[in-house]
């Protein structure tokens, strides 16, 4: 029990703390398919597009990722994984040679587009990519899976926030609330969890109070469902423009204020009681 006690009353991060050095954010999903390259994606091009930042958005995936089809971006010339097996000698022309250039002026490190064999980076290579691209980016946001084990750890290290994708449904969230659970066994990590609920609609059977509950930690981010207006943006390999008046794009607004000019403080979590109770 006492490990959940844990749980920072504040879950607010100060944009400055880290002055004239970019910010690192780490997406995963709670499982596969709850959109969380979907919102990778438009967050990345928020941040450029309404903030002006100088952002990177790497698709983190061994194979067939899909940070570049739902930008309209092809032939990729390299993959992430390239790039952290070349860390020892990685300058800014060797970056360059890496990044695709959306016309958003969104910048893009692709996954490869074969399905192959892949393999994990060394030991400390991640690390000093990471400490390279801060010094280039505003923003860098990586678009990762919980299972990479090796990688995913040194990037909850490295990332300074670190985003948990879910949508309110039983499977998702029980995925959800044992990844937090895990999660809080690393008081650092903690300190840099955020929840996001995608798809959420009015008529949810599970609402964001028993959500809280299951997974014991607030929900940062709520994000409405938006399906048939995101397919057509993935058909288009276009996300959907930044000035468009829909209530998925104030959500994303308001994501990006967030992040970009801080976080207002989350309620404390919740006490264990309950935990996973209407999973039953």
Known sequence: VATFNRF??????????????????????????????????????HLVRRHGKKTLLIDHKHQLGHVALYLGAKDAPYSFDELLRN?????????NGFVIRHRSGLDIIASPEI?????EAKSGDLERVMDFLRREYDYVLIDSSVEYRESKKSLIDEADEIYIVSTPDVAALRDLARLVENLSLDEPATSKLR??????TATDSITPDQIEKVVRFPISVTVPNNYFELQRAINDGEPIPPQRRSEFNQRLTRWANQIVHGMSPAEPPLPRKGLLSFLR
């Open 87 to 95: 860390a020892d000698r990685l300058d800014s022309e060797l970056l």
């Open 8 to 45: 920072p009353a504040f879950m607010a991060v100060n944009p400055r703390t880290h002055s004239g050095v970019g910010r690192i954010l780490a997406f995963f999903g709670a499982k596969g398919g709850v959109g969380t390259t979907m919102l990778a994606v438009h967050l990345a091009t």
């Open 195 to 200: 929840i996001v609920v995608n798809r959420s």
């Open 115 to 119: 399905a192959g064999i892949s393999q």
